[in-house]
């Protein structure tokens, strides 16, 4: 039976965290465009995590993981597999807490994600896939006893990420709406526990990119699910799986999963840079993409927020996907 | 004789202003590659002034030269001479008056600018050049008797302006130096004369493009100076010449006006896609340039402020500025 998170619970989260992580601003979108495109009434407030530390939301749950261990084990050393984002967030957390960390990447990680970890200090090895990577980071956390920090499963990660809910609702007037991005889900399972709890009355959505819909089958199965194949622009949320504790949250406190296409995931990053003057990779512009897209009408007129989860890519690939098709 | 900026005007300013512009957010730099550009020691804050309504501080003076004037001016309507950013305040800030605009663009602006002062609902004209635009505005105030709403000149305009260096100044803790970037010096003159009267041992720095070094040329010359040609990507920061009231502010508080090349706007916007997740036009970057390139040896392990001053630029050109070069 997995426990659902508590308000005192997500309080405490957030304190244990501290100065160690910012709490990000908030950003009302406020011009001509938004009143063409959803009307002049709809109201929309962005959570820029991308200010966060590492310059995504991962270190709330990476450092919330890390706290819990003993002395023991943090000598021993953290290991973990991302495709960049928790990568950064564990080198970092490790650094800030004065352990080493070991971390597997995807050997198609972002070059700017790859160059931050070593900046951090990790130690890196590199996987042909992530069914590679995951076999290798078991293989260290038995071999060199290292604790495994796993990238969005566990009720402790969500306690770390609900805490961008508890701060979002801290931050501006009761929404009618939240729209979260889905990866592995670990992002989505926290911010909709806490706004549940603060706010009964608003609507959570989740989004996912149409080739990385691991939630929505999950969601459709009424269990966890995988997929065989990740074919998304959003590296960052190309989770193969979803996990037990995080889909179980995000089933009880989510209403619906959308999928947005990667076309629609360029668009909105060009309405990101423009409107906002955010440069981000496609999961940061997902949120914006589901409420530009298949949102639209359900939300027009409302309040509604939008978690901008994050963003590390270098400048040529940024280049590359907001250029206009020619 | 030109009075300076005491600091109960600026705060009057400030309070006139109101609700109608944001107090924009400050931003920390805090990363592995500060540490390895500048030395760990090193504080950099950003002011986050592209946040601001419109996506530059324009609105700031704008809006408080409109507020000076009578109902009956008000009627007549207002006009202004823009590359870009300012005719955008002025369109905005008309709107929120309930006052009408016509704004004379010269025809190289960016076309994100014309197609926000559209949805802002001013009047548009074209003119080929700056000359031939400032001719044209002229002659509008004279037959149509709108209020002219210059772009950089005038104590009002200052005021305005001086409001970013009082939130500034607000919002952290005393900084060792602020880098201010200088178009036609309106920004610069504002923020150095609030931050001198706040923080008097603060050094405050004016950055300019090379191709547009009008202040420079007018502070070795101890008087107002034109250029006869404006060569620099940073179109926001080509003015043509400095004026009376403006340099003299910045002669008094302004301990050097340094420049960047385009290359190092670019670099600077390359790091600031990486570093702060922001999509900037080149002035955004340019205080930035100045901290990485002429002033970095100057302010290594100092406290640093910069002003992000705006950015409003189409995504196709963003992307070709970022580009790196092959």
């Given at each position: 039976m997995i426990e659902s998170l508590r308000l005192d619970e997500i309080r405490a989260a957030r304190q244990q965290l501290g100065e160690r992580v910012r709490t990000t601003p908030v950003h009302q979108w406020e011009s001509p465009?938004?009143?063409e495109l959803l009307g002049s009434e709809t109201r929309v407030h962005l959570k820029l995590e991308l200010l966060q530390r590492t310059g995504t939301f991962k270190p709330r749950g990476a450092l919330l993981n890390m706290l819990q261990l003993s002395a023991e084990e943090l000598a021993r050393g953290v290991t973990a597999i991302s495709a960049g984002n928790h990568a950064v967030a564990v080198a970092f957390a490790a650094r800030s807490l004065g352990v080493d960390a070991k971390v597997v990447m995807i050997k198609t990680a972002n070059p700017l994600r790859v160059e931050l970890c070593r900046?951090?200090?990790a130690t890196l090895e590199f996987a042909e896939t992530a069914h590679a990577g995951f076999e290798r980071v078991r293989e260290i956390e038995r071999t060199e006893r290292r604790a495994f920090i796993h990238p969005f499963e566990g009720r402790v990660t969500a306690?770390?990420?609900?805490t961008v809910g508890l701060e979002f609702c801290e931050q501006v007037a009761p929404l009618d709406a939240v729209i979260v991005p889905v990866g592995g889900g670990g992002l989505c399972a926290g911010i909709a526990s806490a706004v549940k709890v603060l706010w009964p009355a608003c609507r959570v959505f989740g989004v996912e990119p149409t080739g990385a819909d691991s939630m929505?089958?999950?969601?459709e199965a009424g269990e966890p699910r995988s997929i065989e194949r990740v074919a998304t622009i959003a590296d960052s949320l190309g989770a193969p799986y979803a996990a037990p504790i995080t889909f179980e949250l995000c089933r009880r406190n989510v209403e619906a999963?959308?999928?947005?296409?990667d076309a629609e995931l360029r668009e909105a990053m060009r309405h990101t840079l423009r409107e906002f003057k955010?440069?981000?990779e496609p999961a940061g512009a997902s949120a914006l993409a589901a409420?530009?897209?298949p949102l639209r009408e359900t939300l027009r007129g409302r309040r509604v927020g939008l978690i901008v989860c994050g963003s590390n890519i270098d400048a040529a690939s940024y280049a590359r996907l907001v250029q206009p098709d020619s």
């Open positions: 465009t938004l009143d900046r951090y200090g306690l770390g990420t609900a929505r089958r999950s969601f999963i959308t999928l947005v296409s955010l440069a981000v409420l530009l897209g």
